[in-house]
């Protein structure tokens, strides 16, 4: 190395090299196999009515039975969308990369400009320079190949633009910078900007024009440069509004400690630990983007843009919070288990406490959306999400009910592997779902080719009774172990019994009398429900928590120097 | 089972990270109602150790027991008489101190709260202050106040006063002297700065390398350890071999000796290569300590 | 009381004790009669182990220099005083061990030292006049 320049490619290399590869792969790919893909179903890409290929592609084959029909629409879902989607998922993390900003070990902050940069013996237009003209490329390039090398449909005029991506580039360094010292008010100005830049495709031509690109490139430049100086000089403390944050804190924290002088038993203490901790985030994150979503379309209709992604929308709040509860459940960033550790507390109390904050994050952030879905169908005025999917009021609450649940689980299920606190581990349900997202397309290649799923399908029920009874089989032998190693009492396996028992009969009972399926659905649909209620997971989360407090001795005992 | 005779007993104890051993048949008896110091340089093996004593890590060979209960397999049972101080301040950096103390106040029966306010007003911690926004000696001192707030039968110290100011060193040796003079209460703690350990500890335990070399009262110990001044007829070409004797220090015709027990024959082996004893003194902790460091013990 | 302890001196702390308790008798900073802290308000004032400081008491005891009286405390005993000289020549004594060791260590014969003595007294006298 022998320039700062290399030095400092080497340093960006080294700390995104996983990304970067992942990027390139997936840009290749879908160069090399998109035309593949749209080959085989017979979609033009180049047609200038991507939805009206939608359409006709979809009214074929109708004969097919409905599993068929959902991969059928999944596959062109992501035909239509998909490469859009990889690129602006793409952009968006080379955007991210050239803010260089890292993860804080000491404060556990995420993104923070590393000051020892300015260490260096550069100036900071040097810093500055080299990492915006090297973005800028990088961006500038992706987006050709993107641009040119797949043949996307053309579906959505704003993200073809080269120079939104470049602005975009500019103004989330300048953001990042100057609210440094600021992380709460960053993150909502970033996840502000976000919306806008993805949610208003109405106004494409305003923002493409050169009037408004340009100012705000020369803006986005400006304010990220001098934003690194101040970084590097220290100025903008945020003295002042960490002032009115400290004393918003103060006034939730005495109404907190109003109601009682102390805790009546260790399991409160500790539902208390598990809420403050996480779950208490997890859920003023959701309902926060809920609720600006909703504010800024009021805001768009406000000044008399047209809501056309009303009812898109309405569909994404309904799987925000599975996402993002399925997200927080997969990092594996726990720092405070030494402290957990040494409490006169057992694996299992620990366990329950989680399963329990999470299940009251679950039923808050769900009220929340509900509150948001009711701020937009009053917006709408006429349509609503949940009036989509029926219009019979007991089928939306079974829906409600059943993504409640669904949420409660998706950051339960994932606790058994993440608790290890072993990095490979944890990155397993990750893989889950890679292997699931991609069986999808791939079934539905196979069924398109000709080969027969009759046999999975008219024995459905048979399969889901074998995975119960290898469900039930594996639970015996989770709690057959753990009463050996004296991990869980018996009385404490009977009440995690009772609860699952009282979990499935509530979701039967909501399936069978609200939601009203089918009568040929009814047994898969019971069989699935009592195939997804966790209960081996939970006991296996025990264990996991267990393995991690005694066996291993701590994440950092192995790799760095014992004492 | 209730409380057996030692606080704490380990016996046999064997660990590996790897390849590596980090303890070497440890064997360790702490009697009840004294302070205990485990003396030795970093990478000895003292943390592994406590992890044992905490219940972090499983005994791969050999016992461990505290109180008579096995901390891995009764938690609950051992973390309740037991008071943590440890060296990394594992305390969540997002509580504040009010909601620690209340929080820790839920898991003990005996939490004494006025005794925690004195506590808190003598270590001058503000209620509101969060976590993340202490000194390190704040931190500290939080974490020894919730640690002594509830009167543990025993308080285990992990390097409690690695990085730590003066003031704030001799309120931790205070919180250990009253600890142990309340009739019954156990210390066991790990330090590298001998002076304390001199001055704190009724019985030391030295590690080296994950073997513990010597074990038993300190002044036993002291007293069994001898300085020697030498003197040589003349200065050895090259440095002088003594047998018996773990350290040899000096130039020319000055050597200083220290040697472990006999003392005697330390003295015959002087003379027999050359040199006379001109001063016997008795050597401080941290001497007996380097001595030990560079002696090969395997 | 003020004592002064240092750790690592070699001299075991709870000697340091007792010989500086025996030498404020002696100097006369502690009467007959006194009463020294209790043991646990010594150890944390000193910072030493209590079982250290009840060490040095025992031994105090043990030569008569101080009484333990049943629920009110430890006192300096009446005895004190007469060993008050015996204690003050002992503790020369020890200075002209070392001296003497010195001596012969720089190879000065005892007679010089003597003469030296004598030397030194004389030249400080006239100061200690008015």
């Not at chain 1, 050709?144 to 580039?169: A, D, M, N, R």
């Not at chain 2, 485990?38 to 972090?56: D, S, W, Y």
Request: charged share 15%; aromatic share 10%.
């Amino acid at each position: 190395m022998n320039t700062p320049t290399a030095a400092l490619a080497w340093e960006f290399w080294q700390r995104h090299r996983r990304r970067l590869i992942i990027i390139v792969v997936t840009v290749v790919g879908f160069i090399c196999l998109y035309p593949k893909m749209c080959a085989v179903v017979g979609f033009n890409p180049d047609s200038s009515d991507a939805p009206g290929e939608f359409a006709r592609l979809l009214s074929l084959d109708l004969n097919h039975p409905m599993p068929i029909r959902m991969f059928q629409v999944l596959y062109l879902m992501f035909l239509v969308g998909g490469p859009l989607l990889a690129m602006v998922l793409s952009l968006l993390c080379v955007v991210w990369m050239f803010t260089f900003t890292e993860t804080d070990l000491a404060t556990k902050n995420p993104m923070v400009f590393p000051v020892r940069l300015f260490t260096l013996p550069v100036s900071t237009s040097f810093l500055f320079w080299r990492i915006t003209i090297s973005g800028l490329i990088s961006i500038l390039g992706l987006w050709t190949l993107w641009k040119y090398g797949v043949h996307q449909p053309e579906t959505f005029k704003i993200f073809q633009g080269c120079y939104v991506w470049l602005t975009l580039l500019v103004l989330a360094q300048a953001i990042v910078w100057s609210l440094a010292a600021w992380p709460f008010t960053r993150m909502l100005a970033v996840l502000t900007l976000l919306l806008l830049v993805l949610v208003l495709p109405s106004g494409s031509n305003v923002l493409e024009s050169p009037l408004v690109m340009i100012p705000l490139f020369l803006l986005g430049t400006v304010l990220a440069r001098l934003s690194l100086q101040k970084i590097r000089q220290g100025e903008w403390q945020g003295r002042i509004w960490s002032l009115w944050l400290s004393r918003f804190s103060h006034w939730i924290t005495r109404a907190e400690l109003r109601g009682s002088r102390q805790f009546s038993s260790p399991a409160q203490a500790q539902l208390w630990f598990e809420w403050r901790r996480s779950a208490a985030r997890v859920c003023l994150i959701t309902s926060t983007l809920a609720l600006l979503t909703v504010a800024s379309l009021a805001a768009c209709s406000f000044f008399g843009y047209p809501l056309i992604l009303a009812n898109s929308i309405g569909f994404a709040l309904l799987t925000t919070p599975l996402v993002i509860f399925g997200l927080f459940s997969i990092s594996p960033t726990r720092s405070d288990l030494p402290f957990m550790f040494t409490r006169p507390l057992t694996s299992n109390a620990i366990v329950t406490s989680i399963l329990q904050s999470t299940a009251l994050s679950a039923l808050l952030s769900w009220i929340m959306i509900l509150v948001a879905l009711a701020g937009l169908a009053w917006l709408n005025d006429d349509h609503s999400a949940l009036q989509e999917i029926s219009s019979l009021p007991a089928r939306r609450v079974a829906l409600v009910i059943g993504l409640i649940f669904l949420t409660w689980r998706s950051a339960v299920v994932n606790l058994s592997f993440v608790l290890t606190e072993n990095r490979q581990v944890s990155q397993v349900p990750v893989w889950i779902l890679t292997v699931l997202w991609l069986t999808g397309p791939g079934v539905f290649i196979l069924v398109q080719n000709g080969v027969q799923f009759g046999w999975f399908w008219n024995h459905l029920s048979v399969w889901a009774l074998t995975l119960i009874a290898l469900k039930f089989l594996f639970t015996f032998q989770v709690y057959r172990t753990a009463l050996k190693r004296r991990l869980l009492t018996p009385s404490t396996i009977t009440r995690q019994l009772i609860i699952w028992i009282l979990i499935v009969a509530a979701l039967l009972a909501t399936l069978i009398f609200l939601a009203k399926p089918d009568p040929d659905a009814l047994i898969p649909a019971c069989l699935g429900i009592i195939l997804l209620v966790p209960l081996a997971r939970t006991g296996l989360a025990s264990f996991s928590l267990a393995w991690s407090r005694h066996a291993s001795g701590g994440p950092t005992t192995r790799w760095s120097e014992f004492k | 089972m209730n409380s057996a005779s030692h606080a704490i007993e380990i016996n046999g104890l064997n660990r590996k990270f790897g390849a590596k051993l980090a303890l070497k048949q440890v064997s360790l008896q702490v009697p009840r109602g004294r302070v205990f110091g485990l003396v030795g340089g970093n990478g000895a093996g003292k943390t592994t150790l406590i992890k044992h004593l905490l219940g972090r890590l499983t005994p791969e060979q050999g016992s461990v027991r505290v109180f008579g209960f096995d901390p891995v397999t009764d938690p609950v049972a051992v973390l309740s008489r037991m008071g943590y101080l440890s060296e990394n301040r594992d305390l969540p950096a997002w509580m504040r101190v009010d909601e620690l103390i209340r929080y820790t106040a839920a898991f003990y029966p005996g939490w004494d709260a006025a005794y925690a306010e004195n506590l808190r007003r003598q270590f001058n911690l503000d209620n509101r202050t969060k976590i993340k926004a202490l000194s390190r000696g704040e931190n500290a001192k939080t974490g020894l106040l919730i640690a002594l707030a509830y009167r543990p039968e025993l308080l285990l110290l992990d390097e409690p006063s690695s990085g730590l100011d003066p003031v704030v060193r001799r309120d931790i040796l205070e919180a250990i002297i009253r600890t142990v003079a309340d009739e019954g209460r156990t210390v066991f703690f790990s330090s590298h700065l001998l002076e304390e350990v001199e001055r704190v500890a009724d019985d030391i335990a030295m590690m080296f390398n994950g073997k513990v070399v010597l074990t038993g009262p300190l002044d036993q110990v002291k007293a069994s350890h001898h300085r020697l001044i030498l003197r040589f007829d003349s200065a050895p070409p090259s440095p002088p071999q003594v047998p018996g004797v773990l350290s040899l220090t000096g130039s020319g015709r000055e050597w200083t000796a220290i040697c472990n027990g006999g003392r005697d024959e330390a003295v015959a082996a002087a003379a027999r290569v050359g040199a006379r004893v001109m001063a016997e003194e008795s050597p401080s902790l941290d001497e007996i300590f380097v001595a030990w460091a560079g002696f090969k013990t395997e | 009381m003020q004592l002064h302890i240092s750790a690592g001196d070699g001299v075991p702390i709870y000697l340091q004790i007792a010989n500086q308790v025996k030498y404020q008798v002696a100097a006369g900073r502690l009467a007959a009669g006194d009463e020294i802290p209790p043991i646990r308000v010594l150890a944390h004032q000193l910072l030493v182990n209590p079982n250290t400081v009840a060490r040095a008491y025992l031994e105090l005891e043990r030569e008569g220099i101080v009484q333990k009286r049943h629920g009110s405390g430890t006192y300096i005993t009446d005895a004190g005083s007469p060993l008050a000289r015996k204690e003050r020549l002992k503790i020369l004594s020890g200075r002209v061990d070392a001296l003497l060791a010195e001596a012969r260590h720089l190879e000065v014969d005892a007679q010089e030292l003597i003469r030296l003595i004598k030397e030194r007294s004389q030249s400080i006298q006239p100061k200690e006049a008015p």
